[in-house]
């Protein structure tokens, strides 16, 4: 059994309007040293497998959780406690 935890972010090329509007707003509160805000989104799976996960993460990814034309993703996999 796994826990699988993704991370996916915008491409660098991408404008993040979501991410904009978060750093005006930072700074109109009193926070100016905030320079720049990415949004992105957390994904977690816990998987029941035992082979190939790693591979298993990057189709379930570029497959379904996350739009590759614009999104970055990176994932982390720990073994978690059978239930």
Request: hydrophobic fraction near 40%.
């Amino acid at each position: 059994m796994y826990k699988v935890k993704v991370f996916v972010t915008l491409k660098e090329s991408v404008i993040d309007p979501e991410g904009a509007a978060a750093t005006k707003e930072l700074k109109k509160s009193d926070f100016p040293e905030v320079e720049n805000v990415r949004v992105g989104k957390y994904i977690e799976l816990t998987i029941d497998k035992t082979e190939n996960v790693e591979e298993a993460v990057h189709d379930m990814c570029k497959n379904l959780l996350v739009n590759t034309e614009v999104e970055d993703y990176r994932f982390e996999i720990e073994e978690a406690a059978a239930k």
